[in-house]
């Protein structure tokens, strides 16, 4: 074997790991060369073989792309579009919809788009564009015999369709292609037809858990460009609940009210945490890489707080691992939202204002905005797994129109109003955030 090949690029490799913009150029080229070397040499000496592939694996998670920090966005959207009752929201959806609009926005507008999100720069959005969620593989018992699956399975995509007469700068058709999948593709507005072309696209991605995101006189007549992301999860859990174990339990709906809700339960070595205000407990499914925080207040009617600490404490919070013994309510949320007026309290204003909306990177001139940004979505927990879909469309309108050590049992019982989380543990992506109320 040429060594070189491999041990060539390797200060290059040092220098990426200290500067993040250079991983997906530097990186993953270099884990490239190291797999085609293992596969192109069959005799290669066993210590170079082990070496590599003790290498290869090591370096995966400075391959990922990390996604933008959304989990302070997350709670902040949450409080301003479903401050009380039953709530599920897909940031992730809903920032990757946004930023193919932002691809062709300009001045104050782009601006404050960044701002609403919580991200510093354009190099926040081009990384969450550059995101990708790998389920990986793991080996499972099938048939007599061991077979390696998926470990979940994660379905994303984007699209846009554009009113038959409206021009658009080619430099934006390109990226939306090039950086999100999302060829253009030409309807007629004024006919009920692109509405149901949409949705039964929609519907087709995430297999039919999302049957309608637009209803019946949506988008509007005059829409010139619908830009629209989905997203569909199923996801067993690592270790599953024990089905004998579920026994209904009281539910507390306030600090009055209670009712018999189907409870799981389940006693396994996990993540967890204690803040000043709710206790933490985190869910891996299959295979590890992508987990469900379960956030409980300490008071019943503590979700407020719970929420706010949460929002500024979940990026960072340091988890211990031992010994939990989980109660969690067995729920299913369907969901709608209209997240224009959530997204102007968040900052994000002048993009939905005909005036001011600034979109020349998309048609050369100042002639669209934001009409409306729509946004559905579908979570279902089980003792087996966790089911989830979400589709977000943003509408545009012409402006003229570690291992455990023994210690005490840690118990989280979501026995009141609480809070869910997915995120994907490599690249940070937080897939859906929501609220359980009742869970009825």
């Known amino acids: 074997m040429r ?15 200290r500067e993040p913009g250079a991983r997906a150029t530097v990186v993953a080229p270099f884990l490239k060369r190291c797999r085609r070397a293992l596969a192109s040499e069959p005799m290669m000496e066993f210590p170079m073989k082990r070496f590599l592939s003790i290498l290869i694996t090591g370096m995966l998670p400075l391959a990922a792309q990390p996604s933008p920090d959304l989990s302070s966005f997350a709670f902040r959207l949450l409080e301003q579009a479903a401050p009380n009752g039953n ?9 990757t919809a946004l930023a193919m609009a932002e691809a062709g926005a300009g001045g104050e507008t782009k601006a404050e788009m960044a701002t609403a999100l919580g991200f510093a720069d354009a190099d926040a959005w081009r990384a969450l564009a550059k995101t990708r969620i790998e389920p990986g593989e793991v080996v499972v018992h099938e048939g007599g015999k061991n077979v390696k699956v998926p470990a979940f399975e994660l379905l994303a995509a984007n699209a846009a369709w554009a009113s038959a007469g409206q021009a658009f700068a080619p430099a934006y058709l390109e990226r939306l292609e090039r950086d999100f999948g999302a060829p253009l593709q030409r309807v007629d507005f004024t006919a009920d037809r692109a509405r ?3 949705n039964a696209w ?4 995430t297999k039919k858990r999302i049957p309608e995101l637009f209803a019946p006189g949506s988008p509007a007549r005059d829409s010139k460009l619908a830009l ?14 024990p089905r004998s174990a579920t026994r209904d339990a009281d539910f507390h709906l306030d600090a009055r009210d209670s009712a018999k809700v189907a409870t799981m339960q389940l006693e396994d070595d996990l993540d967890h945490c204690a803040l000043r205000h709710c206790r933490l407990v985190s869910l891996p499914y299959r295979g590890h890489s992508l987990a469900m925080v379960v956030a409980v207040p300490d008071e019943i009617d503590g979700a407020a707080a719970a929420a706010a600490e949460l929002q500024s404490r979940l990026a960072k919070v340091q988890w211990s691992h031992g010994p939990v013994r989980l109660h ?3 729920f299913e949320l369907t969901e709608g939202y209209s997240l224009g007026s959530a997204l102007g309290k968040l900052g994000m204003e002048k993009a939905f204002d005909k005036a001011s909306a600034d979109f020349s990177g998309m048609t050369g001139g100042r002639d669209l905005y934001v009409s409306a940004v729509v946004q559905k979505t579908f979570f279902k927990v089980d003792e087996k797994a966790t089911e989830a879909a979400a589709a977000t469309g943003v509408v545009l309108g012409p402006t003229s129109a570690a291992i455990p050590q023994p210690r005490p049992l840690f118990v989280v019982r979501a026995d009141r109003p609480f809070f869910f989380v997915v995120h994907d543990r490599k690249s940070g992506a ?4 929501g609220r359980v109320s009742d869970p009825r």
């Open 196 to 198: 149901q072309e949409i």
């Open 87 to 95: 709530a599920c929201l897909s940031p992730w959806s809903l920032a």
């Open 228 to 241: 629209v992301n989905a997203v569909y999860l199923n996801a067993s859990w690592a270790t599953a609940f």
């Open 202 to 205: 929609v519907a087709e991605q």
């Open 3 to 17: 060594y070189g090949a491999c041990y060539g690029p390797m200060r290059r490799v040092r220098a990426a790991t």
């Open 430 to 433: 937080i897939l859906f955030v």
């Open 328 to 330: 969690l309510p067995r």
